[in-house]
């Protein structure tokens, strides 16, 4: 499954630190949101034995993907 938007995209400095908790890579908007939102995505796709990535480019928007196995992880 994958997500794609237009907008600003991510800087590839900060691509590798977009999944910790609190981290936000847009410091241009000031202290909305708290900074959890993709670390809680990447917990939950990881607990299910699954894999989030994105790619990025600056001025050409950002595509997050992720995939799930077929069978659920025991």
């Not at 990025?56 to 799930?68: A, P």
């Amino acid at each position: 499954v994958y997500i794609r938007d237009t907008g600003i995209g991510i800087d590839a400095d900060e691509l590798p630190h977009i999944f910790e908790r609190f981290y936000k890579a847009d410091k241009a908007r000031g202290r909305r949101g708290s900074g959890l939102g993709l670390a809680i995505v990447k917990h939950i796709i990881d607990a299910h034995g699954g894999k989030i990535w994105v790619e990025s480019t600056v001025g050409g928007g950002s595509t997050v993907t992720f995939n799930l196995p077929i069978a659920p992880k025991t």
